[in-house]
């Protein structure tokens, strides 16, 4: 394993790469960093060059303190800067909830450095009728940060609700997210929550742009993961070339709470992708679900 630090727009970014074939850049979730791609970077790295990175904000990388360096085009921009660090034309981009926004919006700005794109618990406070309510409570949680600390603040977040499958589950493993969550910079939690989180626009308000990206897409989603499930349809049928999985049982930390069903669904769709088999669907709308095939 390599590690090097990247220079982006001002804040140096931590970054560790291992394997060697095609690139494969991870962007991670707020409530954690670089590590939560542990389990999908062993099995992937055989065959791919797998690259991941602290986000801005998140120590080993830097965290500047002027909350106008926080933003969701800064943040797609963060990913642009990792792949032009190591040299790359495109790579396969591969992002969690926060990390899937930036990973989306990459794609939006530069399709031409998708090989792929995965977007895991996609959606999160895209709803228009949720959207005050989602700042409202981004702001709140900013807030608390900062009056608390993030090591408290890590013993609340990492009990909501939307976490609470993964620790059924896999007690150790969610005792381990708990962990990375506490050691958290205070500060950077705060201000990414206020300038990404909060002010990243609604998925539904980039239908023309995310039509645009017609390069292959994966969406992935667990079905008790009530506030991305709508989201995660929704860009199922506006990307031209998206394919959508929904794991049953399953919350937010889909990566982390299903490591195995994770990796088997994105080695294939890596395959297919390489391959050029990943093709646009054929557009149905207006067609009859029983005629269609007549002449």
């Not at 002027?66 to 943040?75: C, D, F, G, K, T």
Request: glycine content about 8%; charged content about 25%.
């Amino acid at each position: 394993m390599t590690t090097r630090y990247i220079r982006a727009n001002g804040a140096e970014l931590y970054a560790e790469a291992v394997g060697d074939g095609p690139a494969i850049i991870f962007v991670h979730e707020f409530a954690d960093n670089l590590e939560s791609w542990a389990g999908q970077i062993s099995a992937l790295c055989r065959r791919f060059k797998c690259i991941a990175f602290n986000a801005r904000g998140y120590p080993p990388s830097e965290v500047p303190e002027n909350p106008e360096l926080y933003s969701q085009r800064i943040a797609a921009e963060d990913i642009n800067s990792v792949l032009e660090s190591y040299s790359l034309k495109s790579a396969h981009i591969v992002g969690c909830s926060m990390g899937a926004f930036a990973t989306l919006h990459f794609s939006i700005l530069y399709p031409e450095k998708c090989k792929s794109i995965t977007l895991i618990s996609c959606g999160y406070g895209s709803p228009k009728e949720l959207q005050t309510d989602y700042a409202r409570d981004s702001e709140m949680l900013a807030d608390k940060y900062i009056e608390l600390g993030a090591e408290q603040m890590a013993e609340l977040y990492a009990e909501g609700v939307f976490r609470q499958q993964f620790k059924k589950k896999d007690l150790r493993g969610w005792m381990a997210f708990r962990s990375r969550l506490s050691d958290h910079s205070t500060l950077g939690a705060s201000l990414t929550m206020r300038g990404v989180q909060r002010l990243r626009p609604s998925l539904y308000d980039l239908q023309e742009d995310i039509r645009k990206v017609n390069v292959p897409a994966l969406i992935i989603v667990g079905d008790e993961d009530d506030w991305c499930i709508e989201p995660s349809v929704y860009l199922k049928r506006t990307l031209p070339n998206a394919g959508l999985c929904i794991l049953p049982r399953t919350g937010h930390t889909v990566n982390l709470e299903e490591v195995g069903f994770t990796n088997r669904v994105l080695m294939e769709f890596l395959a297919m992708a390489e391959s050029g088999k990943c093709l646009p669907k054929e557009n149905y709308i207006g067609k009859s679900a029983l005629l269609s095939g007549f002449k």
